[in-house]
Every structure is written in C-alpha cells, then in structure tokens.
C-alpha cells in the first residue's frame, strides 16, 4: 500500500535526522514510484547503494528515470504527461530535495485519485 506523506514533515525530518530519514524517503520514493508507475525497476535499496558506489552519479540517473516513471504513471491514467526526467536531472544536480518533494508531490496526487484520473478524497 502506497501512503501519502506529508512532504513539509519529510523535508523537516531530513534536516533534523542529519540525511537519516532522507535516506528512508530515498528508498520509498523508488519503490513507491516502481509501484504507482506499475512498472519493474531498480529497487530503493539498490538504487542507494549505487549511488553511494558511483559517488551520487547513479542518483543523476535515478532522478531522470523516476520523471520517466511519472509520465508512464500519468499516462496510464491519461492524464497528460510532459518530459519531467529532464527537469529531475537538473533538479538531482542542484537541489536534490526539491526534487525529492515535487516527486512526492506527484505520488500523493497519483494515489489520491481513481481509475478514471478523477481526484478522489
């Protein structure tokens, strides 16, 4: 079950924790995202121990993977879908948790709504 989170709280969290709960939301995002998008992927957990191997290069790669699983997530509820894996890419290289937010931000609308796109609650 995909929860939705409260992305100020994670944010906070991230800070306080020193990159602990950072590092949580990490991997929930990957999972999360595989889950919403209904595709296979690089689990959380992988995808942290690579970038951690290849000096947070991998995570570049990550980011623009997660937009690519955003458009497949939004066009399977035929929403419109832009190219966001290039906007994460930037996002990774200069803000890395702003990205992170505007990632949650999508899976909490994802999950709100309903078969037919329609926001549900």
Known sequence: MIQ???IALCIVLSIVTCGLYGIYWFICLTNEMNAVAKVEGTSGGVAFLLSIITCNIYSLYWGYKQGEKIDIAKSNRGLPSNNSGILYLI????LPIVAWALMQNEINML???DGTGNIVG
């Open 4 to 6: 939705e989170r409260n």
């Open 91 to 94: 996002l990774c290289i200069c």
């Open 111 to 113: 999950v709100r709504m």
